[in-house]
């Protein structure tokens, strides 16, 4: 998959034409390699787009719960997916067309990105073996990046929907911070955790998208970036064993490469606490008429996950909240006299099933990915190795609030290390 404009290709009709035969070639890959995994939702003929600009001969796929023009918001939910079209597009669809990208695809996802496959709807697969999940939310998107379908792709993560199914599924999945990329016209989950974000390929291509979405331009790496290693997290019970062995191993890799400081990551980890009763009472404000009036228009793993949300009071809510202020500074202070942490990006491999957020195994799902939804802290997950059974690991890196270029630079140096470094 080429998506870099050749070198001699300098006019517009010529331009026009690879980036046509770029599209193409996308549109052929999506039916044979993406329909098979369960990621394709819908196929865009002919999107419109800019005649030129920095994402030319780009195809990008889009998380089927952001609006474009012209589709229905599937949400994975079978009745919205058949419902009507979107009047306009939201303001990150705009974005990428001004770029002149092709959003050719809609991607699949779990049932308003909460956790929960739809039982009606086929489970997105993973491109690395399709028996287990790509995962959730955003597994529709990773996996077609991941099958190489394109290189790029858009999702949300309100507690890891971007950053886990990267994990899973071998490819780079980057949460910006907060409110960073405009969230309008997207399905609202948890709107003080909701952000939208990028999957793709390799870091150089999530910065090109990135800057597209956010105005803001790729940052020189550091000569010497410092890394805080989250000891406490690769030292949990909850982490298995494989996942902690490739992502030891690759700390190892880049050991030399980069300053690297063991972290305590306790103040992070005390967040996850408080974080259920902010999705849960802020779930139930954006579903709680539809559950009232029509539960049946949810699949039942979502809606017994939204009928316990009713069950959170105000006060809960808000002494949340308040728990949430008054740990930030403690979380956040964990980056002094670092530039960024490093830690696993999940506690397991991808499953045979996205685990509902109600069972044993979903519970701990996003333990390492949660908290920076809570601090509203930019993290990227990228491939660091696969396991004795082929499945990929990602390792987790987050900066401070505000420095995403940064981050991505940083992002970039790990990732090329790691590469000139293979074990």
Partial sequence: MNDVLPLGIDGAASRQAWAVSRLSEATERLERLGR????????????????????????????????VAGYPRGNGNPEDMAGPAATLDAP????????????????ALLEYAAGAQNPDLPEARNPAKPTQTAGGSSGGSAALVGAGV????????????????????????FKPTFGTISVIGVQPLSPTLDHVGVLAVDVATTIAVFDALSGIPAA??????????????????????????????AIERIRGGVALEDRDGGALTALNARMGDIIHYEAWKVHGAAMTERPEHFGAPTARLFAAAEHISVDQYESALRERDALLPNALAILDGVDFLLGPAAPYVAPEVSPPGDTAEGAIEGIFTQPYNMTGQPA????????????????????????????????????????????
Avoid: W
Wanted: aromatic content about 2%.
């Fill in 150 to 173: 394109c290189p790029a792709a858009l999702g949300t993560d309100t507690g890891g929907s971007i950053r886990l199914p990267a994990h899973y599924c071998g490819v780079v999945g």
């Fill in 36 to 67: 098979p995994l369960n990621a394709v939702v819908t196929s865009i003929p002919s999107p419109p787009r800019a005649e030129d600009g920095p994402l030319l001969g780009m195809p990008i796929a889009v998380k089927d719960m952001i609006d």
């Fill in 220 to 249: 020189v790496a550091s000569d010497s970036p410092t890394f805080g290693v989250l000891a406490d997290q690769l030292a949990d019970p909850l982490l298995e064993a494989d996942v902690r062995d490739v992502v030891v191993a």
């Fill in 92 to 107: 990150v669809i705009t974005s990428l067309r001004e770029a002149a990208a092709d959003v050719f695809a809609l991607a």
């Fill in 380 to 423: 990227i997950v990228i491939p660091c190795g696969v396991t004795p059974d082929g499945l990929p690991v990602g390792l987790q890196i987050a900066g401070a609030l505000g420095s995403d270029a940064e981050l991505l630079a940083a992002a970039a140096v790990i990732e090329r290390i790691l590469g000139e470094r293979q074990s």
